[in-house]
């Protein structure tokens, strides 16, 4: 499965998930929501580019100023992220989540809060389980 798969299936499970709850009374922030990003530019750190196919190590020292969220081990997320959408503006999409395969960037996505609860919800529930039993 490539890498685009696997983050359109983490996102639209989320949001297949979270539209499943009433909506008549969300506002659109409410709402989760995300755009793709093609390229993020980490201005705190020299305007470095962050693309897709980007090394894993490239990117953490790209944002080392920035205070990074593990989703999981390939999922991180920066917030105070802004893009020239309107629609992503209206919807408050301020955070960028970054996918890895492979340890390299398989896609970039401008999200909500809601959207980051929701993909770290479906990352949570996907991750394998642990059995422990007590003797």
């Known amino acids: 499965m490539n890498a685009r798969t696997v983050s359109a299936l983490i996102l639209v499970a989320g949001l297949s998930l979270a539209a499943s709850a009433p909506l ?26 962050i693309q897709r196919g980007m090394d894993r190590g490239d990117v953490s020292y790209a944002m080392k100023y920035k205070v ?32 890895f395969v492979n340890d390299q960037v398989a896609d970039l996505q401008l999200v909500n809060k809601p959207a980051v609860a929701v993909i770290a919800m479906n990352l949570k529930a996907s991750s394998p389980s642990r059995n422990l039993a007590s003797k």
């Open 68 to 99: 990074r969220q593990e989703l999981s081990h390939d999922v991180w997320a920066y917030a105070g992220y802004h893009t020239d959408l309107p629609l992503a503006d209206a919807r408050d999409c301020r955070t960028v989540v970054i996918t």
């Open 24 to 49: 008549f009374a969300a506002s659109p922030n409410e709402v989760p929501t995300a755009f793709t990003v093609r390229t993020l530019i980490a201005t705190s750190n020299g305007d470095m580019k």
